[in-house]
């Protein structure tokens, strides 16, 4: 096995920059379509109007038409008679055309009829080609229409028409082929049972939704196993159809089933290997007999990154767009965030507006984590020139999510509890409002409420002097603000153990045992506190428990542990244990608070989330979980 | 013919609650479908995991497998050799299951391979579960993937097929039926030529497009006539079918051939007849066997800005979507928009960056000018209770396009020429850069720069005393500025007449014969400028001239006068002429020019345009229009 080596490896707009060059030409021919079914496409070629609209003088009102000259000197003192279907005037509707011997209408408002419905009087007058609309007033035959490379919007399709235009010329879609590789993955629709050590193969189905999205039509073939002739005859294949792009996913590193690269460069010529992003770096951009041909990552979020930096613009191109910018807002970042100097990063960031500000927080960074983009409502760009910013600084976030829908998202930073999963559900089936919740244990989410970077903290800390939850903390920590102390639900914490118990775990005295292995939870979390405080009252000492250093974020993530036999218990809630059919033996029963700045109390999203978590949806779905009791949710304690 | 009456008319949040409030509950049923097709549709329930990802711990790098353990203590120092293949170690690639007895991955670049291969020597150890992805790090089966009411987005697609879901349970499309009712009406798509006097119906194509983006389905009938009876059985018929929605366009306010209100009252309840906006006054918002019908109006602006108030918000909200608001930025106004009070105003705006501020500026109010909102790149609402915004106060603007595509609109206010279509449309072809132009004569160009409300000013102002053309405006109005005078054309100025000059005008003295009936330009503009001076000079007075009151604001509509027969001539540019087929006889050339602000020069966009304008694609199709020539195209004369 080789190192890995980048064979021409650049920053991101270099790398753009070799790759475009290559393809600025490369526009898609052009088709004629119905102006019908426009919508969405591109116009290959100026287009111009056949016909002026209105193509008559039209009555712009329902009345009658006159000739303005006959209405001169109507007033309230000289009410003016007409004779209505003789020569003086004719009842018209709007978007009729105007006779030829009549030059304005009169609303029908403005007409008294009598009773014969023949004579209007009128007691004003109308000026010539008043409530008229003339020919060519929206639309002069022969006028551009549309430049070239224009978008075409649903309103634009009733101008074509209306110019009488029935069809259009416009860009054909580009096609682009997707090539999925890996001797370990599966195809999902094909395979009940993913058999032990495959992966399911979803990079090629979230390319294409981007490429559709891009105005692609998309081919994706069948899953080629990292063995280098089929690849190399399903790469030429593809080449040689109507693709006008084609992708490659994955083998873009250089491990040892890293065959991408060896292919383009065999087949054509590798134009750049490797961008300075992160993720993204195992980007490949190639081009074989003259088309384009890339390389993406293997890793979910590396590979929808570099799409979207890479291939995305493409096709655009293609049909004669511009690159579509995202929208950018400014946001203040509530954590630090360093960075590696020399790479550009793409952080997956929560964002919410609290008061008049965006607040922002990252996501974790893994490129393997597909739930980092989809959790993400934003993206923090930190450049190959930043070593990181600093929490309290403002940001420039791309948005993921339109504007409006950032607003109204409420942070949730703090203690993680399922509950709050059934509270988010709640809200996006009655509100428009949504719930972000960041795990970073009940102290963390203390100290963002203390800088005023969440709506909620969720909280469930025990202060082992007063046994008290939350309060004493809240003293402590938040005396400087005017604190709403809710209770959203009681729990019970315990030991997670594989089904049946087999190491027949029953106390905390039973964590010191030699043949247990332990995995606790992070320092600053509400187990953590109590892990300690029991430990304490037990005359334990952290030392004498194996496995009391390695940590896990969430009850979740102990449970799995468990699961996956590679330790032999941790602390957690109940429904933890439920939910992956554990075993679970409690210790004791903890209050779980929501803190809540009063002043947010007023905001119409904490009203429906404190109307929501004492509905009876919201009881029976805590119910199910199994191991709480919502016998005090609601009530405020502060 | 009665007088209009609306039966309920109401202000738009009221009419919006009164309708929505029937339908509240009316999402559509679920449907189970591929995970593979499912971006851009919405969760029906809570989505959970079925499967852990990774399902196995997995190296996250291409490396070698080891027990932590046995590379402690490896340093510079007292480098450690490993038996790869051995117990010791194994060659691993990314995403790989980890065998059980290791439990981290050392990265291939941190490895010194032995000749054979063998034996690997390290020089730093590894911490447990270094390198390596654990179960359930990205997601843990049974976590909540995604709640309710969730817009699926391409990565969302991902996560699902690799949490085990191959399909999920979305919302069905909610299915619309528009019925195009109308006499007058033709169908483009069947009718080659258009009868005198009809009208093509381009209404339910755009309401079609429009209902799609909201992820509707639709069924378009075929027109109805205004005949009560057919319209009555087709209005039943679309209600009995599967159709959650059913709109009728139009016939929607109250003339004689308005049925809409009168079938919806007999087959069903009227909620609302008629909304205090415009436009869109004349919508209906009904409720037939339970179902909501709409009547909406005819004019094509009417029609939209209704259906996006109330149609749109409808099908989001019966997938269970939130009503997606537009994108908002603040701009400064650039003219006086007085507007009625007690309705609100959607007018359609053009807006563009100059400086660090989007300047905006209003299009025509004609809710029967489709070119309004195609041309508009962003809207302003009047609130009923304003009576208008006044020129440089800071509005919000409801954003049509994106910011980045705003931010990229040049203005361009002034003089109309047809050349600026030409650099419209090479600009959209060799770069990101829109040309908005909007015609308010010369001297409202030469007003615009003065107050830095456009980035370009098409100018052609004569100087009657010096015979020079802008340059002494531009001393007399811009002296505060530094400006670029730069020709863009010169141009032949002359009658436009009916071919073959019928009426035989050859000179400024036939305008004044008593059976020549002119059309003129607005005031301000520098055709007028041209013609007063030219009747100054013939001893002529305006007085003299039948129809100099009459005026147009564009060469084309002055062409369009002279086609439709309304009147016998008026004073435009050639090009006009010969685009109609009409005749022209020359009168004089003209120098037209373009005046930007010198420190604009600097901008990529200015650069761009001054490229284009000395480019032989631009001095070719200029050639084509005819009347003009390009002979000091690009010399800048101040």
Redesign the interface.
Known sequence: ????IYLNMQPLAEAYALFTDKFANHTTASETI???EA?GRVTAC?VTAR????????A?M?GIAVQAATTFGASDDSPVSLDIGGKQAL?I?????LPDSYDAVIM??HIL?AED?QTGIIRAPVY?WQNV??????????????????LI???????L??A?C?DVKVRKKPQITIIPT?S?LVD??TTAI?P??R?????S??????A??AGAEVTVTPIIADADDTLTTNVMDAVRSDADVVVINAGS??????YTVKIIEKLGEVLVHGVTIMPGKPTILGMIDNKPVIGSP?Y?VSA?ISFEQFVVPLLEAMQ?L????P??ARAILARDIPSRGGIEEFRRMITGKIGSNLVTLPLKK?A????T??RANSILRIAASSEGETRGSKVNLEL?R????IE?TLLCTGSHDLCL?IL??L???NS?YTLASTHVGSLGGILAVRDTMTHIAGSHLLDPASGEYNTPYITRYLQQKNIALITLVHREQGFIVLPGNPENIQTISDLAREDICFINRQSGSGTRVLLDNELDKAGLDPDDISGYD?EEYTH??V???V??G?VSTGLGIRAAAN??NLDFVPLTEERYDLIIPAEYLELASIQTVLSLITSSQFSKAVAEKGGYSTRETGIRVL
Chains 1, 2 share one sequence.
Do not use: C, Y
Not at 253 to 258: F, I, N, P, T
């Open positions: 096995m080789k190192r890995k119905p102006s019908h919508s100026p016909l002026s609209a209105p193509s008559f003088h039209a712009a329902d009842f509707n709007t978007g009729q055309p029908i408002e009829l419905q010539p609309r003339k020919v060519g007033e929206d639309i002069v035959a022969t006028e551009l229409l549309f430049p070239s490379n224009h919007t649903p309103p634009d399709v009733a101008a028409l209306t009488g029935p890996g370990e999902i629709r993913v032990p050590g992966t399911i193969e979803s990079n189905a979230v390319l294409a939704a981007l559709v999205n590193s250089a491990g040892s089933a890293d293997g979910p929808i004669g511009s690159t579509t910018q929208a950018i893994g393997g984590a597909i739930t983009l989809t993921l339109p504007q409006s829908q109204n999963d988010h559900d809200l996006k089936k428009p390695q979740m993530a449970a799995v542990a699961l996956s590679k939910a992956l």
